[in-house]
């Protein structure tokens, strides 16, 4: 109940508010105050009681401009889920005669939203995958090729160009069967592609042993203190020329850390965590350990505890 002023009571009364006739009404006198009036509240009836979803949203997606129609197209529903009364029936024929030109783009955009989620990337990395391969797809090249690697690529692509980088094992983890080498080519004929199209080389950002710390470090369960020390330690790496892979870089810097602390992992659990091989961060750590006491911080490991460290 609220007040509001009643012109037969000459005073502000209690007033009731009749929902479903949209009525203000006065509770002393009965009196109509305010009669059809819009309720601006959130609806919270649903309409799709028969296919027993209680999702009360009642509007469409947003609209996309990769789309031809915006992606404000209509479907029809299936009658109580049955497939075949919804074949049977005239506007299911209708339906599924009518040709969607952008059917393979709508299955395309779907399958880089289930990666991106998978690898937990955010929306904005999700959007440039859709564009690069709405691009790729408009000169109507990639007819034959695999559509899983060349999904992947798009979305490896769209991490290094939003500076959020991942490596080929992850994207291939959630690439459905897709394989590194299919990937890795599929990468190449994207960049040579938008490269036709564009006339200059595409961008692809650079990639730093640091952009892959964090995730790394917390894939191991390190705590704050190592993690802090081995992201000023892989900033410091990068003023020596040590001619191996960031990925590389970044797992033998770990490593190191996690040899330091009380809370030492294996080298198995850290090849898990980074997908770098055993063989690969031994070699790393090898060319990483006569600048070790200029690369760790002093505050985390003295002198004497970088003697200790294992000698390759």
Request: proline share 4%.
């Amino acid at each position: 109940m609220a007040d509001a002023f009643c012109s037969d009571c000459k005073r502000n009364t209690e007033v009731v508010f009749d929902h479903s006739a949209g009525d203000t009404v006065c509770s002393e006198c009965g009196l109509v105050l305010e009669s059809h009036s819009i309720d601006e509240t959130s609806e919270w009836r649903t309409f799709a009681n028969e296919s027993g979803d209680n999702d009360p949203v009642r509007v469409g997606g947003p609209t996309n401009p990769l789309l031809a129609d915006g992606g404000l197209s209509t479907v029809i529903a299936k009658p109580n889920g049955a497939s075949g009364e919804f074949l049977s029936s005239s506007l299911g024929r209708w339906q599924n005669r009518g040709s969607n030109p952008d059917r393979g783009l709508i299955l395309a955009f779907k399958t880089i939203a289930t990666m991106s989620d998978r690898l937990g990337l955010v929306a904005t990395i999700k959007d440039r995958a859709n564009e690069i391969y709405k691009k790729v797809e408009d000169q109507k090249s990639s007819r034959g090729r695999n559509q899983d690697a060349l999904l992947a690529a798009c979305l490896y692509i769209a991490c290094r160009q939003e500076d959020k980088p991942r490596t080929v094992k992850e994207i291939c983890s959630v690439a459905n069967g897709a394989t590194k080498k299919e990937i890795g080519r599929a990468k190449e004929y994207i960049v040579k592609q938008l490269g036709l199209e564009t006339g200059q080389s595409v961008e692809m950002g650079a990639i730093h042993a640091g952009d892959f710390m964090r995730r790394f470090c917390s894939n191991l369960g390190m705590n704050n203190q190592a993690v802090k020390a081995a992201q000023e330690a892989v900033q410091k790496s990068e003023e020596f020329d040590i001619r191996r892979s960031p990925i590389s870089i970044a797992a033998a810097v770990i490593y190191i850390v996690t040899q330091l602390s009380d809370d030492k992992k294996p080298l198995k659990d850290i090849s898990v965590a980074t997908g770098v091989a055993e063989g690969t961060i031994r070699n790393s750590y090898k060319d990483l350990y006569p600048h070790v006491s200029k690369i760790i911080p002093n505050w985390y490991a003295k002198e004497e505890d970088l003697k200790n460290l294992c000698s390759p």
